[in-house]
């Protein structure tokens, strides 16, 4: 079977229609058990696609291993014109639920990378999402959006992270800023070392499992998911 391999086509074609950044965006740990989903967004300057090329060996993150995502971090930093990641944490989700939260945090990122542009009202932006389905604009109606000075023009693209090159190169930022994340919280709390995030990354492998069932959820664990039975919890 034919590997597919992302291109500039999809940012192309929105800067042909008017677009002076195109923004790919992508989440990380929406199906986690414990910790934050996160949405990871990377600019491109439309003005550059020209000369831009699509990073060797981008794809996919999922595709990628931790070793190859890791080193083509830095260099993904380097290649975009901006990039951000925002988060929602597992409180959050828990309130909320996991597609507003998503659409939080991917405003979280969009302001964050638009305050460090400098990129002000009057600034045509245009966005590509992976998946099918725009969760960032009904969101941004919401009490608990943060200040963004432009929304930009959402489309959705299934897949997006294999086809799109700005939407993978954010789903790699995004996949090693929240793996690095739940390494971290592992290491911080020996009430958190069972649940072996280290290895699992808040997923639900058989050692996490087991953990929940034997010592119950932590207080990083989304309780409104449907958590193995388990004690009277920790953490």
């Given at each position: ?7 500039l086509a ?78 929602c944490?597992?409180?959050?989700i ?18 964050e ?5 400098d ?16 969760y ?5 109606d ?5 200040d ?6 959402v489309s ?7 086809h ?20 971290r ?29 034997r ?21």
């Amino acid at each position: 079977m034919r590997r597919i391999l992302p291109t500039l086509a999809a940012e192309a074609a929105l800067a042909d229609q008017g677009a002076e950044y195109v923004l790919g965006l992508d989440e990380v740990g929406r199906g986690a058990l414990a910790g934050p989903a996160m949405v990871g967004v990377v600019a491109v300057r439309s003005a550059d696609l020209h000369h831009l090329k699509v990073p060797d060996g981008v794809a996919d993150s999922k595709m990628l291993t931790p070793a190859r995502r890791l080193a083509m971090y830095r260099d993904l930093e380097d290649w975009a014109a901006g990039w951000a990641v925002g988060a929602c944490s597992n409180h959050e989700i828990d309130q909320w639920g996991i597609v507003h939260a998503l659409g939080i945090a991917a405003l979280r990122a969009l302001a964050e990378l638009e305050h460090g542009m400098d990129l002000g009202p009057g600034r045509r932006l245009a966005a590509i999402l992976d998946g099918p389905n725009d969760y960032i604009t009904p969101a941004a109606d919401s009490f608990d959006a943060p200040d963004l000075p432009v929304l930009p023009k959402v489309s959705t693209q299934v897949k997006g992270d294999a086809h799109c090159a700005s939407v993978a190169c954010a789903a790699v930022i995004a996949k090693v800023t929240r793996d690095q994340l739940m390494v971290r919280l592992a290491a911080s709390d020996p009430a958190l070392a069972p649940y072996q995030w280290e290895h699992n990354k808040g997923y639900g492998s058989p050692a996490h499992l087991e953990a929940i069932r034997r010592l119950g959820p932590s207080r990083l664990h989304r309780v409104s998911w449907h958590l193995p039975s388990s004690g009277p919890g920790r953490g």
